[in-house]
């Protein structure tokens, strides 16, 4: 089973690095697109043949515009934007220079609702009869 991507970025981002544009967010957004839609075709590689694959598209959980990715200031974000309260895992596991500015690796991941509505797009998946 493969789990797509949600839309990352909802809007443009006040962040350290800065996704200030609409131009950025439009990119990540398609880029996001051209990964899930390479891993929707995967079961049509003819090297997987006999291989079964199944793709989970979690876009409409998250919101197809990206409703609920980081950035909309709506208080409706199912990803993290920017988390700079560190973890004993950052520390250990991301020294050095990335760590520098405080930035967490839970930082444009899913928030706890947001492990909620991937496991929606699972479960749409996999309660589907004879999928097993």
């Known amino acids: 089973m493969l789990v797509g991507y949600p839309r990352v970025i909802g809007a443009t981002c006040d962040v350290p690095w800065g996704i200030t544009d609409q131009d950025e967010v439009n990119w990540i ?3 996001v697109n051209r990964m899930d839609d390479m891993m ?31 950035c909309t ?12 309260d560190l973890t004993p895992g950052d520390s250990a596991l991301l020294p050095g220079p990335w760590n520098l500015p405080g930035q967490s690796a839970r930082s444009f991941h899913p928030t706890l609702w947001g492990t909620d509505l991937y496991a929606a797009a699972l479960n749409s998946v996999i309660s589907v009869p004879g999928f097993l």
Request: proline fraction near 9%.
């Open 29 to 31: 957004k398609g880029t």
């Open 40 to 70: 929707a075709n995967l079961g049509a590689d003819p090297r997987l043949q006999g291989v079964p694959v199944t793709f989970v598209d979690p876009r409409p959980y998250f919101g197809l515009n990206g409703e609920h990715g980081a």
């Open 73 to 84: 200031g709506d208080g409706n974000e199912a990803i993290h934007e920017v988390v700079t």
